[in-house]
Structures are given as structure tokens and as C-alpha cells.
């Protein structure tokens, strides 16, 4: 059952100011550091989900150790300028979650390569309301991730990995 997600996905296309990121940290009242305003840079210019040392490597010569990205990137989840996903792997990436929006979407991950594309379609909000109703529970949402072998995985003769 395929439905077009209601959720927006424009944070593929229009970036977030940094002027308007670093008014969301006051606005949480919290310090506007460095590191802060690093990553959030950083995780500004890319499209996709990245770990803790992806985001580490990409901060170059303005970065801060491993520890204060972690420890950052908490911060800013739980203010919800960032969103965690689990691909199955063991290690937690990020993405910005831009503004207005709840950064709700799925993906589909090369077992391979680890190319991530976002999918745009979503549950109907029916079959949601359909389970909570069933069972008896309330605010249900949910995460969905799908796993496969990209083309270029494919012609290369890739074996998918075991997620």
C-alpha cells in the first residue's frame, strides 16, 4: 500500500539559514558555541544522514574532539534541530531537521555501498490510527527503514551484508 507521505520532505531542497539555526539555539536558551554552530553547518551542507565521525572529519580545521561532537549532537537532538536515525549498523547518524517540520521520513540504504536515498512515501495516516485503535494505544508513530543493493552495487556484484 503506497501512499505519498504527509510529512514534508523540503529539507532536501532548501537549506536552512545558518542565521536562522543559530535564533533556534537561542531561542532553547542555550550557549551558542562553536562546536554548536560547526555542526550545524555541517550538517547544513549535506543531504543525507551522517555519524558522529563523518560529521568529525567534516568539521576539518574549526573542529572540536569526537567527545564534544557527541556531546553536542545530543544537545541538539534533544532541542530538535537534529534527528537520529538507526540503520541497523550500531551507529547513530544525523541530520538537520529543518524548520517547521519534525524531520519524519524513511530510507532506502545500499547494504553495499551505504548509498542513502530518502523515499518520499509514507503510511496512509489510516493504517496508524487503524493498529493504535486495535491495541489500544495512542500517538503512534513509526520508522521505517528499507535495505538493498544500489545499481552500481549490483553490477559490481556486490553481496548484500547482513543488517
Same mark, same amino acid.
Given at each position: 500500500?503506497?501512499?505519498?507521505?504527509?510529512?514534508?520532505?523540503?529539507? *532536501?531542497?532548501?537549506?536552512? =539559514?545558518?542565521?536562522?539555526?543559530?535564533?533556534? @539555539? #537561542?531561542q %532553547?536558551a *542555550?550557549k551558542?558555541?562553536? =562546536?554548536?554552530?560547526?555542526?550545524?553547518?555541517? @550538517? #547544513?551542507? %549535506?543531504?543525507?544522514?551522517?555519524?558522529?565521525?563523518?560529521i568529525?572529519?567534516?568539521?576539518?580545521?574549526?573542529?572540536?574532539d569526537?567527545?564534544t561532537?557527541?556531546r553536542?549532537l545530543?544537545?541538539?537532538?534533544?532541542?530538535?534541530l537534529?534527528?537520529?536515525?538507526?540503520f541497523g549498523?550500531?551507529?547513530?547518524r544525523?541530520e538537520l531537521?529543518?524548520?517547521?517540520?519534525?524531520?519524519h521520513?524513511?530510507?532506502?540504504?545500499?547494504?553495499?555501498?551505504?548509498?542513502?536515498?530518502?523515499?518520499?512515501e509514507?503510511?496512509?495516516?489510516?493504517l496508524?490510527?487503524?493498529?493504535?485503535?486495535?491495541?489500544?494505544?495512542?500517538?503512534v508513530?513509526?520508522?521505517l527503514?528499507f535495505?538493498?543493493?544500489?545499481?552500481?552495487?549490483?553490477?559490481?556484484?556486490?553481496?548484500?551484508?547482513?543488517?
Open positions: 500500500m503506497k501512499a505519498p507521505c504527509t510529512r514534508s520532505h523540503l529539507h *532536501r531542497l532548501v537549506q536552512t =539559514p545558518m542565521n536562522e539555526l543559530t535564533a533556534k @539555539l #537561542r %532553547h *542555550r551558542i558555541t562553536g =562546536p554548536r554552530q560547526a555542526i550545524l553547518e555541517v @550538517l #547544513r551542507q %549535506h543531504q543525507h544522514p551522517m555519524a558522529n565521525k563523518e568529525h572529519e567534516a568539521l576539518g580545521e574549526k573542529g572540536c569526537l567527545a561532537v557527541y553536542n545530543h544537545t541538539l537532538e534533544g532541542m530538535g537534529v534527528r537520529r536515525f538507526d549498523d550500531g551507529t547513530a544525523f531537521v529543518p524548520e517547521g517540520q519534525d524531520g521520513h524513511h530510507h532506502l540504504i545500499c547494504t553495499g555501498c551505504a548509498l542513502i536515498v530518502e523515499i518520499d509514507c503510511f496512509p495516516p489510516q496508524e490510527q487503524g493498529l493504535a485503535d486495535r491495541h489500544g494505544f495512542s500517538q508513530t513509526h520508522r527503514e535495505f538493498g543493493l544500489c545499481g552500481r552495487c549490483q553490477t559490481k556484484g556486490v553481496k548484500a551484508s547482513a543488517s
